[in-house]
């Protein structure tokens, strides 16, 4: 049986990813439209990177979490807040100035949050590695795009 925590950390990541799917669509037209860089991987790459780092995450959670306190979940919940918040300003608001900005202060969050879960749990800490590296190249492919679409 799975324990409470290792069940309500998966749902959690689980919903995330859910709205953020639910928030992205790679066939508008605006989407279509926009210049992007050669160097922005294909669509496929993000939903298989996407599925390991939301695996690590609640993994990664579900060691912390016990440990944590109030603060880590609430750390740890802004973190999805943020992430799920991004699809959302990039894909429907059509504002990529606007998830450039959502994007940079979800790179913070999880540098933040890979720091206190390294201090609760390093394995768990580590684990956060790869989305906090995945976080950062978002910012800079989200600014690129903001750049090449300036109007």
């Avoid at 990813?17 to 605006?30: M, N």
């Avoid at 993994?59 to 699809?87: D, E, F, H, K």
């Avoid at 059509?94 to 998830?99: E, I, Q």
């Amino acid at each position: 049986m799975m324990r409470p925590t290792t069940l309500a950390t998966s749902a959690a990541v689980a919903a995330t990813a859910l709205v953020g799917s639910a928030g992205t669509d790679v066939t508008s037209p605006w989407y279509r439209r926009l210049d992007k860089p050669r160097w922005q991987p294909p669509g496929a790459v993000f939903g298989g990177v996407w599925t390991a780092l939301y695996v690590l995450l609640a993994v990664a959670g579900s060691r912390a979490v016990p440990r944590g306190g109030r603060g880590y979940v609430r750390a740890y919940a802004a973190n999805l807040a943020l992430n799920a918040g991004w699809t959302w300003a990039f894909f429907r608001a059509h504002r990529p100035s606007l998830a450039t900005v959502e994007a940079a202060a979800l790179a913070v969050s999880t540098t933040d949050l890979a720091r206190r879960t390294a201090r609760l749990d390093p394995v768990a800490g580590r684990l956060l590695l790869p989305y906090a590296g995945w976080t950062a190249f978002a910012v800079a492919l989200s600014a690129e795009i903001t750049r090449r679409n300036a109007r």
